[in-house]
């Protein structure tokens, strides 16, 4: 374990929900409440919570916690994009997942954070790749299937000595027929 004391706004971010949503209203009080100071706050916090920390680390602590609570905003807005569309039921688990997603990146970028947006668009393309490739990988897994089924019923064929070599190749052909798909029915 490291000697290196925990940062101040660290101990902030991980004080109880409750803390979190006190420490917001004391920035962004309800109608009519008076909006406290952040020198204010530092000198509150030692005594409600039982930490203390920098000016600098405060100001920090609101802009994460800002951010932290648009994210919430705009998963719980997706979440119900997609409660809402999930009722219809034209849509696969996929195409609602997407659509979440979609809802998601727009609330990011309407915030005006383009890192944010285009990280959650390169997540996505990841997604669909990661997506493609497990496609591509079964169908591969599956011709693989039929080309050694194929191979072991040729094997077989060319083991049987109660055929004859004319017998023998007729019986191939009418396996590789079959394995690409020209065998008449």
């Not at 203390?52 to 997706?78: D, I, P, T, V």
């Not at 849509?91 to 727009?106: D, K, R």
């Not at 959650?120 to 790749?129: C, H, I, Q």
Request: net charge negative; proline share 2%; hydrophobic share 40%.
């Amino acid at each position: 374990m490291s000697d290196r004391e925990v940062r101040a706004d660290a101990i902030l971010k991980n004080l109880p929900a409750e803390a979190l949503e006190d420490l917001w209203r004391m920035r962004h009080p309800e109608e009519g409440g008076e909006v406290m100071t952040l020198e204010a706050i530092c000198v509150e916090i030692p005594r409600l919570y039982n930490v203390s920390c920098s000016m600098g680390a405060l100001s920090n602590f609101y802009k994460w916690l800002r951010l932290k609570r648009r994210m919430e905003e705009a998963k719980s807005r997706s979440q119900q994009v997609v409660e809402e569309l999930a009722r219809e039921g034209s849509m696969s688990a996929e195409e609602l997942m997407e659509a979440g997603q979609m809802v998601f990146a727009a609330e990011t970028l309407d915030d005006g954070n383009v890192k944010a947006f285009v990280q959650l668009l390169k997540a996505r393309n990841d997604t669909k790749r990661v997506n493609q490739d497990g496609r591509r990988l079964a169908l591969l897994e599956r011709k693989a299937a039929r080309l050694e089924k194929a191979e072991g019923d040729i094997a077989a064929i060319r083991e049987n000595k109660a055929m004859s070599e004319e017998e023998q190749r007729l019986a191939i052909l009418d396996k590789m027929d079959e394995f690409f798909g020209l065998k008449k029915r």
